[in-house]
């Protein structure tokens, strides 16, 4: 294989896989980052490494020799610590750019004034001041949220909604990769920061109503309050900087700081961005009962 040309980090997630599948349908030589190699099915354009945001040495392994990375970082605790070790990375091996996938609260204020996403903006302003030409990619709630839910809705239950009516511009994770390629690949959108959005706001339960037509069954959802949500992901086991900033996120989605959408994906693309309805009727299997 020729050296990989682009580095694609968060490899096995919804994002990343979406990414390699483009990739390499193309016939682009790319290395893949993860924790979990045996994750990756096998493919000759696909340089897979092992590797972790705290391991230096992996880094400098994973950076050297690319042209390009796609930054994607879902820390534990929020905290930019993660893109500032890609970034150093990246700067010491000569990358030529950066795509980092970020989300649309990033930074954002509030009805009560409050900033929200404050780990998102943390994050982007590492890479938008490393010196490299960067492009940001803010995203809304991804459709394929709702396969977390699978289990509840086979067996009937109530998917949990902290987001109350607030609508979103809620985007497939497919668009979002094929956006990042075309970042990747031609440098379009360097140096700016584009938000992408599905083709119209949608709310959770809006969403819920969807999917229960495709799969010909009642769907319902339940509000969460955010003391209840607290009191959930605690249990789960999640600290509470993390907590707060979902629940501040919630918050702002549910008061409809989210509710807008942009022609980005268009415009980048040459078509409309995919429908949830579309992303439902292609996930349909996920739901089926086992």
């Not at 879902?74 to 950066?98: C, K, N, Q, Y």
């Not at 140096?191 to 969403?207: A, C, R």
């Not at 010909?216 to 900033?245: H, L, N, Y």
Request: with cysteine; hydrophobic share 45%; proline share 8%.
């Amino acid at each position: 294989m020729s050296d990989p040309y682009i580095l694609v980090t968060g490899a096995t997630g919804t994002v990343g896989s979406a990414l390699l599948a483009i990739m390499t349908s193309r016939g682009v030589p790319v290395r893949a980052l993860t924790r979990h190699p045996e994750n990756l099915p096998g493919h000759p354009l696909v340089d897979v490494v092992k590797g972790d945001y705290d391991d230096r040495r992996s880094l400098d392994a994973a950076t050297a020799g690319v042209e390009a990375v796609f930054v994607l970082t879902t820390p534990e605790s929020p905290v930019p610590r993660h893109d500032r070790a890609i970034l150093r990375a990246a700067r010491s091996a000569g990358v030529g750019r950066l795509v980092k996938l970020s989300a649309t609260s990033a930074g954002a204020r509030g009805p009560d004034g409050r900033i929200v996403g404050t780990w998102h903006r943390a994050a982007e302003d590492a890479v938008t001041g490393g010196g490299l030409p960067w492009t940001i990619l803010r995203a809304p709630s991804f459709a394929s949220n709702f396969l977390r839910w699978a289990d509840t809705i086979r067996q009937g239950g109530a998917i949990p909604n902290m987001t109350g009516s607030g609508r979103q511009g809620v985007v497939d994770p497919r668009d979002v990769a094929a956006v990042a390629a075309e970042c990747l690949l031609s440098g379009v959108g360097a140096w700016q920061i584009l938000t992408l959005t599905g083709p119209e706001p949608l709310s959770v339960p809006d969403q819920a109503a969807c999917l229960a037509r495709v799969l010909g069954r009642r769907i319902t959802t339940a509000d969460v309050p955010p003391d209840q949500a607290r009191a959930r992901m605690r249990s789960a086991g999640m600290d509470d900087p993390a907590i707060e900033a979902v629940v501040a996120g919630a918050t702002w989605a549910r008061e409809g700081g989210n509710a807008r959408v942009t022609e980005v994906v268009r415009r980048i693309l040459g078509r409309p961005p995919r429908a949830f309805e579309t992303w439902a009727l292609d996930h349909r299997a996920a739901f089926a009962p086992v």
